[in-house]
């Protein structure tokens, strides 16, 4: 598919409606997010790395994280030879970590390929990982001025109640739908402006609770508002019990300086972050060979549950704290000028901000830094 066929992939025969998008044009001049750190400058890298950055995150949170990735990576050359570490730690407690992992691996791939810089079609940027269709109508839109549409969460739910479209969006159906839709009501110019306004509408007036009807420059036509069905739309996803997991996680501190943590695999939940030792459960690692060959049973002293939510479960970690002796540490993991080994390592407590480290496992030791101190 060449990005001109997808322009119009599903548009109508008619002309798109002017009004909807002078309307949000007009209102995004005067009300529209206009000092994101984003848009000063507005190039291809940052609008990037600010849309994966907004995948499943608000723009409070990331703002400070965004300020941050640029300052130490300023161009997609220096995130293509970053140490992959530096990239997970910067990233650190914004979560879906594939994203950080994705986007390096799009990094290498635009140097080896596009000259170190994000190509402007859409089927090279769908081609890249962690780029989706929205994702790359963005960037299309916001930093190349091209014709594309997006469809994230909050442009969903503007297309979904002013044109009083029921049904689950995630559903294949209503999704087209909504990107035909998404791809008509785009104006002939204004690209950038009105890309930033219909998420803007999304995020601050067409609000999932609390909508301020009485503020949106499309109330007057807007399907949802007129037959009461505001609260009712978009369809929310049909309800499903998550599964629950547990685990057992090994907190083996040397010294009161030193944790001792386990590279996860990847691809995986936390996948290439540094966490904690983990077990299926408490049995698994009393059972485990260094373990129980080394240590009595009462050395692992029971800390407060963890419990985390992802996506598609939740889990409750139950940590064991052990201290290390120094007669002991090569049980678990590398001696003194070894890095590494096997995956683990021994980190300095005072160093976490280094790495990347899974949020929940990095208040965990947080915490325990601090009781230390």
């Known amino acids: 598919m060449t990005m001109a066929r997808a322009a119009t992939a599903h548009s109508p025969a008619s002309e798109p409606l002017p009004a909807f998008a002078s309307r949000l044009l007009a209102w995004h001049a005067k009300h529209g997010r206009h000092d994101l750190p984003w848009q000063q400058p507005r190039d291809p890298y940052r609008v990037w790395l600010s849309e994966i950055m907004l995948q499943q995150t608000q723009v409070a949170t990331v703002t400070g994280y965004f300020l941050r990735f640029v300052d130490a990576l300023p161009t997609l050359p220096a995130l293509a030879r970053a140490p992959a570490d530096q990239v997970m730690a910067l990233w650190s407690g914004l979560g879906y970590y594939s994203r950080a992992r994705n986007l390096q691996r799009a990094a290498r791939l635009c140097v080896e390929h596009h000259g170190g810089e994000l190509p402007a079609d859409l089927d090279a940027l769908m081609a890249l ?40 969006p995630g559903q294949r159906a209503i999704e087209l739908h909504l990107w035909w ?88 939940i936390w996948g290439g972050l540094w966490s904690l030792p983990e077990f299926p459960d408490e049995s698994s690692l009393r059972g485990d060979r260094a373990l129980g060959t080394t240590f009595p049973p009462p050395a692992l002293v029971p800390m407060p549950a963890v419990r985390h939510v992802f996506t598609h479960y939740a889990l409750t970690a139950q940590p064991f704290r052990l201290d290390i002796g120094e007669d002991q540490v090569h049980v678990f993991a590398p001696g003194p000028g070894v890095a590494e080994q096997d995956g683990c390592r021994w980190h300095p407590l005072d160093e976490l901000a280094s790495i990347g480290i899974p949020q929940p496992v990095r208040r965990l030791l947080t915490g325990l830094r601090l009781r230390e101190d």
Not at 131 to 156: C, E, M, W, Y
Not at 226 to 251: D, F, H, K, N, Y
């Open 181 to 268: 839709l998404a791809d008509a009501l785009l104006p002939p110019s204004q690209l950038a402006d009105y890309t930033q306004a219909i998420m803007d509408l999304g995020a601050t007036v067409c609000t999932r609770a609390r909508p301020e009807c009485g503020n949106c420059p499309l109330r007057d036509d807007c399907v949802a508002l007129a037959t009461g069905r505001v609260a009712e739309l978009p369809t929310p996803r049909p309800r499903r019990t998550l599964p629950q997991r547990s685990a057992a996680w090994l907190v083996a501190v040397h010294d009161s300086r030193r944790v001792l943590l386990h590279r996860r695999p990847s691809p995986g």
């Open 129 to 168: 990982p962690g780029i989706g269709r929205s994702t790359a109508g963005a960037i299309l839109s916001q930093a190349f001025g091209l014709r594309a549409p997006i469809l994230d969460g909050n442009v969903k739910r503007v297309l979904c109640r002013s044109h009083g479209i029921d049904g689950f």
